[in-house]
């Protein structure tokens, strides 16, 4: 399953803030957007929210954008994100 994935570095802390459609949420991330933190943050926030390894969950689209589209196992339940 692919998740489109608005972020906003340098936020306060790291938390979902709204979810636009079905597929596409806007998350803050509070690491700054310098040598993949904030890549590395998002993915560790998604695993934690949703119950699973790191390893399973990549970033296809938009290492260096704010909007990015990242692979999740197609087991996910996205309703721990809300």
Do not use: C, E
């Not at 700054?32 to 929210?49: C, E």
């Not at 954008?65 to 692979?71: E, G, L, Y």
Request: hydrophobic share 45%; no cysteine; net charge positive.
């Amino acid at each position: 399953m692919i998740l489109t994935v608005h972020i906003k570095p340098n936020a306060k802390n790291n938390q979902v803030k709204a979810w636009l459609d079905s597929g596409t949420v806007k998350i803050d991330i509070a690491a700054p957007a310098v040598d993949g933190k904030a890549n590395r943050a998002l993915i560790d926030f998604l695993a934690k929210r949703l119950g699973v390894a790191k390893s399973l969950i990549t970033i296809k689209r938009g290492h260096s954008s704010r909007v990015k589209h990242v692979k999740l196992p197609d087991s996910v339940d996205l309703s721990a994100l809300k």
